[in-house]
């Protein structure tokens, strides 16, 4: 792939990297053939440069993408098992690691690629705070937040779960389903991160809450407090959501994972009740446009490729097996089950 300065760019070249707008809507997907009217395009949104493919080669945008997840994996690894040693926090770990994650966003189709390569890949505690906080990031791109707040919630993903590392191993890797006795020490992963992190005076407080919070539904089915509405804040919100995402999306050593558009329909039908729905509906309504392109396995066992989603049901795409449309909108029985790389 080559980065190219607009003014040398002729049409006829293909497009190397997914352009977005700032807030996070495709404007041009990789491998679309650039045209004057793009070019037109590119130079009104003042464009200096964008990537494309060289002839010949293969091209992984994902490389990048790849690089920052594992270091950020690391660092979340590093920063968390010296918390268990009783070692202190650096704000320098988590505040590079947050920033690192927030300029990658905007690819957003290696994002979910990558989630979905590092599934079951290390220990699910690490990858889902490095998940939970990309997911924050793009729930605040999404809503438009300002960049403190982006940052803030990326904090708050990524801190999320931090007082699961004073939980036991056994319980938290137990396979089976966990007893009341296992279940009230899981609970206590909110109070004790919060208490780690509030100690420090760098942790904004409402990511504090965010850590402490984050398993509360509005129904009060939820813990530490059980809250009933939807009290528990932005921040707090928003990590619930993400959090949810991405324990449904994950084969977690107690449950079988789901497909992400079977989890955003959870999520949908959960955010009355349970979470935010102003934050849920925004989830719902842009977390499957990444998805077109993909191939996928579907519930009656054949492959398919996404080829169109349609905005007022986006987890009821329209996919192409064979020579054969299917309207997952029009027949309900049929659901995607996988997404295949
Ligand atoms: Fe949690
Ligand atoms: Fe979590």
């Excluded at 979905?116 to 998940?131: E, G, I, Q, W």
């Excluded at 990524?158 to 938290?172: A, M, P, S, T, Y």
């Excluded at 959501?241 to 039908?269: C, F, H, M, N």
């Excluded at 349609?310 to 064979?322: M, Y």
């Amino acid at each position: 792939m080559l980065k190219i300065k607009l003014s040398s760019l002729k049409p006829g070249a293909r497009l190397g990297k997914d352009i977005y707008s700032y807030d996070g809507n495709l404007l041009l997907p990789k491998g679309a053939i650039i045209t004057s009217e793009h070019l037109e395009a590119f130079a009104r949104r003042q464009f200096d440069e964008v990537f494309i493919m060289e002839t010949g080669t293969k091209i992984s945008s994902e490389k990048n993408f790849e690089e920052v997840y594992s270091q950020s994996l690391d660092i979340a690894k590093s920063f968390m098992m010296e918390a268990r040693l009783g070692k202190p926090l650096e704000f320098d770990e988590i505040n590079d690691t947050v920033n690192l994650l927030v300029e990658q966003v905007f690819d957003q189709h290696g994002l979910f690629r990558q989630m979905r390569l590092m599934k079951n890949k290390d220990d699910y505690l690490f990858t889902h705070s490095v998940n939970v906080s990309l997911l924050c990031i793009l729930i605040g791109r999404w809503l438009k937040c300002d960049d403190e707040t982006i940052k803030n919630l990326g904090v708050a993903g990524l801190l999320h779960d931090i007082g699961k590392v004073f939980v036991e191993n056994d319980i938290l890797n137990k396979p089976d389903k966990l007893t009341a006795e296992e279940f009230e020490e899981i609970k206590k992963h909110t109070l004790l991160g919060y208490n780690l992190i509030n100690q420090y005076p760098w942790v904004n407080a409402e990511v504090a809450n965010a850590v402490l919070m984050h398993h509360e539904r509005a129904d009060g089915s939820g813990y530490p407090v059980g809250l009933k509405g939807y009290k528990i804040g932005f921040y707090a919100s928003a990590v619930a959501v993400a959090d949810v995402y991405d324990a449904l999306t994950s084969s977690r050593v107690y449950s079988g994972k789901v497909s992400p558009y079977t989890a955003a329909e959870i999520l949908w039908q959960e955010s009355f009740g349970k979470l935010d729905p102003r934050i849920s509906k925004v989830f719902y309504d842009k977390i499957t446009d990444f998805y077109v392109g993909n191939e996928v396995i579907l519930s009656n066992g054949m492959k398919g490729i996404v080829v169109y989603v349609d905005p007022s049901q986006p987890t009821r795409p329209i996919i192409l097996a064979g020579d054969e449309f299917y309207n997952l909108a029009e027949e309900r029985s049929i659901t995607i089950q996988e997404i295949i790389d």
